[in-house]
């Protein structure tokens, strides 16, 4: 007789041993699992078949491998209406969620006695995946999977997101599936913010993201996209708690990465890592993580392979291709993809102008001295960032392209107090004393900025240029403003300009655009190119961006105006034809 090869073993040694030769790897896990990146799936399959008494049902997982193309559709662009057929990481997620299971005692509701019911390992989905990799789709699609192929009498269905507006995003495609597909679009009756489903009359909503309101609900499938931009946990936690009478309930949640600043995302990233490295024991959760390591280049294409594993269908690799190309030497730009195209977490602000693609703008690095004489009689857009009594104020004029020029030009005048002038010099290390002799930087009696040369500096561009209109941000600006519309400036030529990203996002932008496609012909002026270097922009949720004076680690006055005048520029119709023609 051979010796026992696992004698003098624990018996949970043995326990173990006995399940992994009962449910060896499948084909398709060790298929999978050659392609890097796909790590996660032999860590579930590793974890779930050392839960007490599990087994994985092989016939349920590939018959509904093989049927999701007859019962979904995908909804979008090219895509629409063309069956959804797995790609092999979806194919394992869905193998996974529905193969394994484990026994469960309960007490039958018939008879009163105690039994067992097999159900499944995996209640909780944590996908993390870059952007235009199908997740939102593919939520949709488990959501109905859940909910309506495998529902039960009474379900109930919720998706939410950060706000009400992004959890749509995947009702509207839920709803798009179930048009395409007959069945269930006889089945199921589609509202406004629900869908009904009539065989078992469950009702699946659409949930705001906020926190109240939530209670006494008794989910079976919840949804929820963009982990990332949540505010917190409470909604995951309350509807998680209303699944208790529930046998099969299932937690589908799915994102991106997102900014390091905000702490809920940041809690479900490492919370999802903690559980795939076995920190954290939790074997009812199936994270599912594709990215590139902190450690990888940016610009490696086998790092996009990796952290994209839909990449071919979407993205294509010449989509990443271009959008890597417009991130170099463009932190904010790099940024955007190491968070969208490879799914890492960034800072909540970067640094913004490469001062070599700002340098590289200017046609005469000496120009700026004569701008506002060369450009007399020219349309222009000016802005107005008007400082605290001691700093710097700027004014900036942006002057199209006329002819056959294509640079948008800069006239730009600073102010400083003259009694601060010495002391910024000894303290900031910086040539205050030079650009004052050199023109750059002028300077007003006493020590803060006196607004009256600021407003003489706004009536005499009124006198030399065609200007159609004049930004400003009401802090600190409102003296200014009233005296100069009783200098006789139209009110209508005074625009108000917050400076947050819900205005300044998007003129952050066509800035940004003329500056690295070296449209923006600044003339080199000195002051500009140092506030250049300065400049840093803070993100919001969905990494729209603006200027941040406060993270910014010194001043960048002339940029921000360079931006709202901008702003006010490409809100013109000539304006937006030359943007759409360059």
């Not at 199936?286 to 086998?302: K, N, S, T, Y």
């Amino acid at each position: 007789m051979s010796e026992d090869p696992l004698a003098g073993a624990s018996t949970v040694a043995v326990e173990a041993a006995a399940r992994a030769s009962l449910w060896p790897e499948p084909q398709w896990l060790t298929e999978l699992c050659a392609e890097p990146g796909n790590e996660w799936a032999r860590k579930a399959w590793e974890k779930a078949r050392q839960v007490p008494g599990a087994w994985f049902d092989h016939a349920k997982a590939e018959k509904v491998v093989a049927l999701w193309p007859t019962w979904f559709v995908l909804t979008d662009d090219r895509f629409a209406g063309v069956p959804f057929r797995l790609l092999p990481w979806q194919a394992a997620v869905v193998r996974l969620l529905v193969g394994w299971k484990a026994p469960t005692e309960i007490i039958d509701p018939w008879t009163g006695a105690k039994t067992f019911a097999h159900v499944r390992v995996f209640k909780r989905l944590l996908l993390w995946i870059p952007r235009k990799n199908g997740k939102s789709e593919f939520l949709a699609a488990l959501a109905l999977l859940f909910f309506a192929i495998e529902g039960v009498a009474g379900g109930q269905g919720f998706v939410f997101a950060r706000d009400e507006a992004q959890g749509r995003v995947v009702l509207r495609k839920m709803k798009a599936m179930i048009a395409g597909n007959p069945r269930l679009a006889e089945d199921a009756q589609p509202f406004a913010k629900s869908i009904y489903l009539k065989p078992t009359a469950s009702l699946f909503e659409l949930l705001t993201g906020s926190e109240e309101g939530k209670h006494g609900k008794s989910p079976t499938v919840i949804a929820g996209d963009e982990m990332h931009e949540w505010r917190s946990r409470e909604v995951e936690t309350t509807l998680r708690q209303g699944t208790g009478t529930r046998l099969q309930p299932i937690e589908l949640y799915a994102s991106t990465a997102g900014k390091k600043t905000n702490p809920t995302g940041v809690a479900l990233w490492e919370e999802s890592l903690a559980i795939l490295d076995g920190r954290i024991d939790d074997p009812a959760t199936l994270v599912v993580v594709f990215a590139a390591g902190p450690e990888d280049d940016w610009r490696d294409e086998d790092a996009w392979r990796r952290a994209n594993p839909s990449l071919g269908l979407s993205p294509t690799i010449a989509f990443l291709r271009r959008e890597a190309a417009l991130a170099i030497d463009n932190p904010r730009a790099e940024a955007h993809f190491r968070c969208y195209h490879l799914n890492q977490w960034v800072d909540g602000t970067v640094r913004w102008l490469s001062v070599k693609k700002w340098d590289a703008c200017a046609v005469d690095a000496t120009s700026w001295k004569t701008a506002a004489q060369r450009l007399k009689g020219r349309t222009c857009w000016g802005a107005i960032d008007v400082s605290s009594t001691r700093d710097v104020t700027a004014l900036i004029w942006l002057f199209p392209p006329e002819g056959d020029e294509t640079k948008w030009q800069l006239a730009c005048r600073f102010w400083v107090p003259e009694l601060t002038l010495a002391e910024r010099v000894k303290a900031d290390r910086l040539p205050y004393d030079r650009w004052k002799a050199m023109g750059a930087m002028e300077t007003t009696p006493g020590d803060y900025v006196d607004q009256n040369f600021v407003k003489a500096a706004v009536l005499e561009g009124f006198n030399d240029f065609d200007v159609l209109g004049v930004g400003y941000d009401p802090w600190n600006a409102t003296k200014l403003v009233a005296d100069l519309e009783t200098e006789g400036v139209e009110i209508d030529r005074l625009i108000e300009m917050r400076q947050g990203i819900a205005t300044l996002g998007e003129p952050s932008k066509h800035f940004e655009r003329l500056v690295y496609a070296e449209l923006l012909d600044h003339g080199g002026h000195p002051v500009m190119r140092w506030m250049a270097g300065n400049a840093v922009v803070r993100f919001d949720e969905n990494l729209n961006f603006a200027p941040a004076k406060k993270r910014s680690a010194e001043k960048i006055d002339g940029i921000v105006a360079g931006v709202m005048a901008a702003g006010l520029a490409f809100r013109n119709d000539d304006a937006k034809s030359f943007w759409e023609t360059t």
